[in-house]
């Protein structure tokens, strides 16, 4: 079954296009490494499918339920997002909350609003936080400010709070692009773990090709708003990923590689 679903998706920004039909299917249970160079379209195509942006055309699926539909955003796109979590490379904590309350803000879609105002949480809810800070090396820190953290911890909180959502979907933009290469092993190692032992479906968009190929089974790659490839990252080669960051591309690499295909693995 496929956890996403995209087909024929076009993003503008005023005359500019971004993204040029989109296909791309993600099944259920995969991690994927979204690479390309900066301007790629990345960061934008990531938004699309959590519906933060609205498309120009096109229709996206979360487990075959529609939540963009050519151009609009469908009304029961809220149900579609809670399934889905979103690690945003700046963290998004509130810094002035403890590690705890901010994992627990997870949990808002599923509490009335007004227990959230007030920070009023059961005895379970603390317990599930606690453990999902377990899972990330992190409970000991649960009742420090957010802001008292690391880089690194900060963005564990924030996987630690996608847990808590009980999220199936997760969604990362650039995770590990400020950290240093510890924090950055360890966060990436969290979502990996996530992924493994639980079965998420994870999309990551990196800049650094070694995590790629270290933590990620299958990668996506865009260049110039087009997918140039996709399929597993072992098939990947070196001579592929240069000609992708190339900052002159030539002319074969224009030439899209169909989405469905795993034949065509690098631009000759």
Known sequence: MNA??????NKFFGKKQVLFDIELEFPKGQMTAL????????????????????ASSGNIEIFGSTIQNYGAIVKSARVQRSKIGF????????????VLDNVLIGNLSRVP??????????????EKALSCLERVGLKDLAYQRASTLSGGQQQRVAIAKVLMQEADIILADEPIASLDPESAR?????LRDINEKDGKTVIVTLHQVDYARQYCQYVAALKSGHVRYYGEMELLSDEFLENLYASVPQK????EIPCASILDLQLS
């Not at 690479?35 to 609205?54: D, E, M």
């Not at 609003?113 to 603390?126: A, G, N």
């Not at 360890?186 to 969290?190: F, H």
Request: net charge positive; charged share 20%; hydrophobic share 40%.
């Open 252 to 255: 074969t690499q224009r030439k």
């Open 87 to 98: 690690i945003f490379q700046q963290f998004n904590l509130v810094t002035r909350l403890s």
């Open 4 to 9: 996403i679903k995209i087909e024929l998706l």
């Open 113 to 126: 609003f007004w227990r959230s105002v007030c920070k009023f949480f059961t005895k379970e809810e603390k």
């Open 35 to 54: 690479l390309g160079p900066s301007g790629s379209g990345k960061s934008t195509l990531l938004r699309h499918i959590n519906a933060l942006t609205v």
């Open 186 to 190: 360890s966060v990436m190692q969290a």
